[in-house]
């Protein structure tokens, strides 16, 4: 029984590491861009090491409350075209 026990806490463990590498979390940079449009923060971009610009683009939706420690970001379905990082993003004010 205890070697059954230990197989299912080991199946329960990858279960849930599998399912928070799924989640659409950005891997650390720097030199990226935001910006804030209606009730989402854009993040554009930035530097994952010193040699490599990302394209991806992720937004947190500010309308809804979230744990500032655990921010729920989407990631938006299309990229920039290419890598930037030390960008700026401009809105106007009437969207």
Request: glycine share 6%.
């Amino acid at each position: 029984m205890n070697n059954f026990q230990n197989l299912c806490i080991y199946f329960i463990l990858i279960l849930t590491y599998s399912f928070v590498i799924c989640q659409d979390i950005p891997n650390a940079r720097f030199e990226h861009a935001s910006a804030l449009i209606n009730a989402k923060l854009y993040f554009f971009g930035g530097a994952t090491d010193a040699t490599n610009s990302s394209n991806e683009v992720f937004y947190i939706d500010l309308s809804s409350t979230f744990d500032i420690f655990t921010p729920p970001f989407k990631k938006a379905s299309i990229g920039m075209p290419v890598g930037d990082n030390l960008g700026t993003c401009v809105s106007t004010p009437d969207g």
